[in-house]
């Protein structure tokens, strides 16, 4: 289970040195989800797919798009308008054998479902003391940066993270959403998969299927020793630019992308920190209650002593998410982390 | 909009005739009913008792709802169907053939679900959001129908539930994908503290299922053969591809809503007593017995049987075991997070003599 075992640096190495399959297919982040999605109804027929608008529509991002073409209206199929009856649904079938890889179309629509996954989901196991596993994936579209309708750009990470029984990862890249879409599919326990829907389109390379390094496991995506960016889906893109900038400086900043929300890498985060005795910690949700502070106290907690500044927070406000022309001001821009990385150089 | 009570008349359905009729029925499936119901009778006596002696920390009583819960439950196949239960569902249980002291550690709050294997048995864990299992029927109706096993899901859920979204969002659900499940209400006329007309619009529960192209059907929730039959003929509905059926059986809560509860505070004596005048075991025992169905002894002999039983689930419930505490971290996950794990061995070593 532990995060820094040598597997898990050599993965990180090799993607940073290409050691990866020379010829990797270049894909966008939807489209490396939706081939993450066949290969799992391919080797595994309990797995089943389904949600509002995935089967002959492929869903809205066409995440799904060719699923139910492929594998036909068992496997992959639309549900009726009903978020809550979804996650029920899922949980019925994994109590019938079925291993449900659910869609709840839009972060905000999660919060219907809140009671099936928190009450049902994340407490089945436990309840039944472990004689009714809920290997669910619960895939959500999730944070901002669409300029799309309220309801449409929240960051739920914080929510699900704190309940007992569930996982929670983001992808920041087509290769990360692969791999991370297939390892929380082959899990035993439930997993929210937190999709950022503003990467969707963004391109890269995704590696054939193979072994992923283990759940809980952060990535170091950009090597520094001035101090450590610690982030997760877009916000990491977000961290790599204001790296390359500060780089223009002299200042050369650790990107460490999360990947896993829970449980967190806290040997990972710990073994940046010694490296950069400075954190800064970014994220696109409100502040107060937010992981990064979750990320701060394990941070203290694991390298007290190796920091040499208190760690910061960069994140949303604590307001709603706002409407198009304010998302751009409530999003961590990357004038806000230099700032931040800034103060924990100065401290 | 103040809502007018309505009077115990109006509340009350004065159609409904107090003889059951048994005809048809296997005398030993009737046999089986009766004993269950007794035994259930008893067992649920002996758990308020428990409640009262601080063995159990609080205990809902299904008392007068015995002929709509074994009545449905004998309706069941035990090898293929399964069972969603809320956490009145002690006589379902019984009749299904569960392990009652297991099922009873649930009450005695000594794990939420219980200590039996609810896949195995067939049986959800007990559960107090009580819309939230609906759609798990529905879902493992599901995968039922995907997979072709022959076997149906019944969800159980009261008056009160009826009102819940997920009860809605799974018929719907049902409706549309014709999933092989039995939406099995059983209307006690009181939601806790509220009663049936400030809980239900529309006339019924069952009337709901027109809406969601299914049929409705309300049955004398003490008249176990009546309840028997009409869930009999929504699991043969199910099983032959008919799609889903909702059955509401009108019975009567005749204890409070748990023993933390006063119904005093909320009804009055008088609509207790007329429930209790058409108490479903009397109205059995009375059938068979002038049906000549069973001989003069059989009464006492099912009793004595009955309380045998009740007794040694109540010594088994009463003596089973606290669970260790390191329990609470060994269920949470399959693969437990490397934080988990921190915390138990920090507990274990703070637990250390």
Redesign the interface.
Known sequence: ???SAPAARGERDGRADGAAPARPAVLTMQQAINRALAEALAEDPRT?VFGEDVGRLGGVFRVTDGLQRRFGE?RVFD??L?E??I????????????R?VPELQFDGFAYPAV??IV??VAR??????????MPVTLRVPSFGGIRAPEHHGESLEALFAHV??L?VCAPSSPAEAHQLLLQSVR???PVVYLEPKARYWERGPVPDDGPAPP??TSRVVRPGRHATLVAWGAMVHRCLQVARLAAEDGVELEVVDLRWL???D??GLAASVARTRRAVVVHEAPLTAGLGAEVAALVQERAFRSLAAPVQRVTGFDVPYPAGPLEPKYLPTVDRVLLAVQRVLEF | MPVPDRTVAEVLDPAVPDPIDLGGLPTDLLVDCYRHMLTARLLDAEAVALQRQGVFPAYVSLLGQEAAQVGSAAALDRGTDFVFPTYREMAVALAFGVDMVGYLASHRALWHGGYYDPVRSRFGAVNAVVGGPVPHAVGWALGERLRGGPGCAIAYFGDGASSEGDVHEAMNMAGVFRTPVVFFCQNNQWALSVPNHRQIAGGSVAARAAGYGMPGVVVDGNDVAAVYRATREALDRARSGGGPTLVEARTYRLAPHSTSDDAGRYRDAEEERYWRGRDPLPRLAHALRSAGLVGPDFFEAAERDARGRVTRIREGVASAPEPPGTDMFDHVFREPTPELLRQRAAWCEEERP
């Open positions: 289970m532990t995060t089943l068992d549900t009726p009903a809550s009856g996650v029920g649904l899922a949980v019925g079938l994994a109590m019938n054998g079925w449900p009671d099936q009450n049902q089945m196991h436990y309840r039944t003391r472990g004689a009714a596993p007992p029984g996982k899990a035993d326990d759940v809980g829970k449980p967190i806290a040997d």
